[in-house]
């Protein structure tokens, strides 16, 4: 009971002095800002682009040796990749070509030695031939139908690259640079990306269809420190566990459609992506937990890029098919939404921040918990905010922002923060247990629901 006396004195000393501040500023006494509670670690802060300009497109034309998107450097030491059906290892520029494979590990075209090479009107074929070490066709390209390492450079004009083996991916920059225009690549074999850049390699797609259907086929893969960025043009998956983007590196994309039909849409390792103006859509409906039942996947685990896993989207439309929309799990997560139309399936969480047995790998069981921070600008929002003891989600909305749902319902979160700015709302459709809160009251409707903060009511 003294304690209960004890929280009601500074309550009303706070009330006490907001009522003076507000007198001295002018500001109306019947809904000041205020900010209660604990703030949450640092770890959970949401770095906010600071343009959300669409990502610059590739600049090389057809009749040009293309440009350097980064500067490659020496392959691993430990390189695997193979061998070459036909080698550019000089400059030149060749068209009407097919180039094929029927080899084990064996590409059917190969940039390397430091060429500068331009290519149009070709056709690169990986007819069959297994790959022989399935960790290597994600490390250095190996059987893959198209790879660009050593130094080389390749622009690739109104092509389209073929894969059907098992273990073959399309297209992969290894310590090279790779630019595609006006053309696709196709993959159907189980364990086959579509384009991908390792560490030390930069791939840039311009109106470019690029599709899997195996299973564990992403159709874009960027390991760590490697990048890829996509302008227009199609992107999309058929097979289990065969995300759209997956991304321990960087992946930027404008103006184009991605869409994982078993799979979820966006995976995160430690890595970032950020979309403009995209058409997105993926998430099954698995049960929870399962990496499918979710449109945006973000965590860390073998080959993470990074300490944090960051999601970002400007315009354009976030679809989940019958599933969550994001979910999180040992990482540092960073979400940034700004007036993008947002979809989820019915009865799904707009946001699902917890741990994980650990058998995926990604990090130990009951010690891989995530933080999370969801920023939205000028966005409306639904679905439920979920956490569970090992994580903390904070949610920030801008601008003319609006969400409904609510905020850690079962108070099972490490932590859980809501902040308003602007003339953003939020409409409650449960109880909401916070251990922070900042912005104007009379900003949440309550419908018949309670805020609590640190276990006191900020709302009637």
């Not at 960790?135 to 073929?162: F, M, P, R, W, Y």
Request: glycine share 12%; net charge negative; aromatic share 4%.
């Amino acid at each position: 009971m003294k304690t209960s006396h004890r929280i009601f004195r500074r309550m009303l000393a706070a009330l006490a002095a907001l009522a003076v501040l507000a007198f001295a500023a002018g500001c109306d006494l019947g809904d000041p800002v205020v900010s209660v509670g604990s703030p949450l670690p640092e770890a959970t802060d949401t770095a906010v682009p600071t343009d959300t300009a669409a990502p610059e497109t590739p600049s090389a034309a057809p009749s040009n040796t293309p440009a350097a998107t980064a500067s490659p450097s020496a392959e691993p030491a430990a390189e695997a990749n193979g061998s070459g059906a036909y080698n550019i290892t000089a400059d030149t520029s060749e068209s009407q070509k097919t180039y094929y494979s029927e080899l084990p590990d064996e590409n059917a075209l190969r940039v390397e030695n430091g060429a500068l090479a331009s290519v149009d009107g070709a056709s690169v074929e990986k007819r069959a031939g297994d790959a022989s070490s399935l960790d290597n066709t994600l490390s250095c390209g190996l059987n893959a139908a198209l790879l660009v390492h050593k130094g080389a450079q390749l622009l690739l004009v109104n092509s389209e690259i073929t894969s059907s083996p098992f273990g073959a991916g399309g297209a992969f920059a290894c310590g090279g640079v790779l630019q595609l225009q006006s053309g696709g690549v196709r993959t159907t074999g189980d364990f086959s990306f579509g384009l991908a850049a390792d560490s030390v390699g930069s791939v840039s797609a311009r109106e470019y269809s690029i599709s899997t259907q195996g299973d564990n086929s992403p159709a874009v893969y960027a390991a760590a420190e490697g990048s890829v960025t996509i302008q227009g043009g199609m992107t999309a998956t058929g097979g289990l566990n065969s995300p759209a983007l997956s991304s321990a590196g960087g992946i930027e994309a404008a103006q184009a459609t991605i869409r994982a039909n078993s799979a979820a849409a966006v995976e995160v390792n430690g890595g970032s992506v950020s979309l403009t103006d995209c058409a997105v859509s993926g998430g099954t409906g698995a049960a929870a937990g399962a990496a499918e039942a979710y449109c945006v996947a973000l965590w860390r685990g073998a080959g993470a890029g990074g300490t944090q896993s960051a999601f970002s989207m400007t315009r354009g439309a976030l679809s989940a098919i019958r599933s969550d929309l994001f979910y999180t799990t040992n990482t540092s997560a960073s979400i940034y939404l700004e007036s993008v139309s947002i979809s989820l399936g019915e009865d799904r969480a707009l946001l699902r921040a917890v741990g994980n047995d650990g058998s995926l790998g990604r990090g130990e069981a009951g010690a891989n918990g995530a933080d999370c921070a969801l920023t939205a600008k000028d966005q409306t929002l639904s679905g439920d905010v979920v956490a569970d003891e090992l994580s903390s989600v904070s949610l920030t909305l801008q601008g003319s922002s609006a969400y409904t749902g609510a905020v850690n319902a079962a108070n099972t979160a490490r932590a859980a923060s809501v902040t308003l700015e602007g003339e953003s709302t939020w409409t409650l459709t449960d109880n909401a247990y916070l251990t922070a809160f900042s912005g104007r009251v009379g900003s949440i409707v309550t419908n018949g629901f309670t805020v609590y903060v640190d276990g006191v009511p900020l709302t009637d």
